[in-house]
């Protein structure tokens, strides 16, 4: 099947940039079908790329550039095979500390529309494009060869991150293997991601980098960890010898997530408390004193049409946790909204800084780790963002 672009429409698939916008198509073969592999072409019919065909904005979601790469199980086995190398490379392959990480990160590993979180041998699995979906089968097979004995199940949670309108109709479920192991463990500390149940694959692997300089800075603080979800840096916090913790989060599942890994990790301990309620509200009525705050909420701006009020939020967010700190305190501070840059997360918090009349200085620009490469490429791929800041 083969789709031709509008002449001059071809440039940015000259520099490899993974997407093809549907209007920048003249013309297609009759019969192509949402899902289907086809191939793009320039309109002098230069062969440019291969790749997944879908209704919407985004049109062919581009999987080789390579004329002679056929989209097989075999191509899944290649590319999945350099995304397990790469993660082995930064450490974290048959690493008993730690057992979750991301194993495809959709156009950072060449596979756009794929997600693969690995916690202790279940892959779960989410396809974002339809023609992923429909080459799960593949996608199956490759992951259990290239994944070996490490893998005992796979879990396929697409119900969410599918588009409604392809009428696929997908079921969250066990697709290959079982296992009843949900333990998964980050530098050392447990953790039971819920991906039948929980937010996203089940667990916020991204942060795993940040969570492990918190512990740096934890000792004898007072530790406020907002949008905590499952705890991941209250854990650290509690091991890096806080003097206490306090995990907010406005989901009261999330609260009862955070409890039973702190009682797992630390039994009987007595310097944590989790509260169920809205973040603003807790930062407002805050009776406490805290010389360490986490602020990670969720994406306020999930496209550019509403970055404006996003900025403004996150701006009230951070001049709010910027009042309340004590002298000397520290403040870990992030952005997961990929339409939010760099420059304007810092801009933000620098505009927070002077509402709340501080000095402030930043200590560490922090990032989304290794296994979240970002194709270069396709920039769109860089969304998670943070400053770690000294208040006095
Ligand atoms: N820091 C976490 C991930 C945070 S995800 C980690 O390390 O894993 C964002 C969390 O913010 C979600 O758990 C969500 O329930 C929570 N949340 C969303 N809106 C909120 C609000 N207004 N107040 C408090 N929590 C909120």
Known sequence: MMITLKAGKEQSLLRFHPWVFSGAIARMDKGVEEGDIVEVYTSHGDFLARGHYQIGTIAVRVLTFDKDEAIDEAFYTRRITEALELRRDNGLVDNPNTTAYRLVFGEGDYLPGLVVD??????????????????????????RTVLGDRLKAIYNKSEGTLPFKAGLNPVNSYVWGHTDSREARENGIVFVPDWEKGQKTGFFVDQRENRALIEKYSKGRRVLNMFCYTGGFSMFAL????????????SERAIELTEQNVERNFPGCTNHKAFAQDAFHFMEQAKEKYDLIVLDPPAFAKHVGVLK????????LNAKALQIIEPGGILFTF?????????????????AATQAKRRVSILHFLSQPADHPINIYHPEGEYL?????KVY
């Open 335 to 351: 952005s997961c909204s990929q339409v939010v840059s760099r420059e304007e997360f810092r801009t933000m918090v620098f505009t």
């Open 385 to 389: 963002k943070g400053l770690v800041l």
């Open 239 to 250: 091991r890096g010898g806080a003097e206490f913790v306090h995990s907010v989060d406005s």
């Open 118 to 143: 690995f916690y202790e041998g279940t892959a779960v699995v989410q396809m974002h494009s339809v023609g992923m979906y429909k080459d799960k089968d593949l996608i199956e097979k490759a992951l």
């Open 309 to 316: 009020n996003a900025l403004k939020g996150y701006r009230r």
